[in-house]
């Protein structure tokens, strides 16, 4: 069974960078089709694709956060990281991780989710 698994901090400072990672079992995040999105969602506000790293590591991300965003992973650990600096109380969301099946087009597991408040 695969598994995502979020985590870090929970309350990160305004301009601070905001880092989360995803843990990832039953599956390696190496094999081709697969490829690692992290997705946000703001209180009250619909679901946001923040960007991925596939199965070769390469990178894609939202254009509006481009600037912000980096997302690397360690293989050994079958784990992937979002950094987003300078953040502002906007960046407050429950952020996701989930696997996305280039095969049929569709994300077919996600973490649970885990909650980001930015605040001083």
């Known amino acids: 069974q695969v598994q995502l698994q979020e985590s870090g901090p929970g309350l990160v400072k305004p301009s601070q960078t905001l880092s989360l990672t995803c843990t990832v079992s039953?599956?390696?995040?190496?094999?081709?089709?697969?490829?690692w999105t992290w997705i946000r969602q703001p209180p009250g506000k619909g679901l946001e694709w923040m960007g991925v790293i596939d199965y070769s590591g390469s990178t894609y991300y939202s254009p509006s956060l481009k600037s912000r965003t980096s997302i690397s992973r360690d293989t050994s650990k079958k784990q992937f990281t979002l950094q987003l600096s300078s953040v502002t109380p906007e960046d407050t969301a429950v952020y996701y991780c989930?696997?996305?099946?280039?095969?049929?087009?569709?994300?077919?597991?996600w973490g649970q989710g885990t909650q980001v408040t930015v605040s001083a």
């Open positions: 039953g599956a390696s995040i190496t094999i081709s089709y697969y490829n």
């Open positions: 989930a696997r996305w099946y280039s095969g049929n087009y569709r994300y077919d597991y």
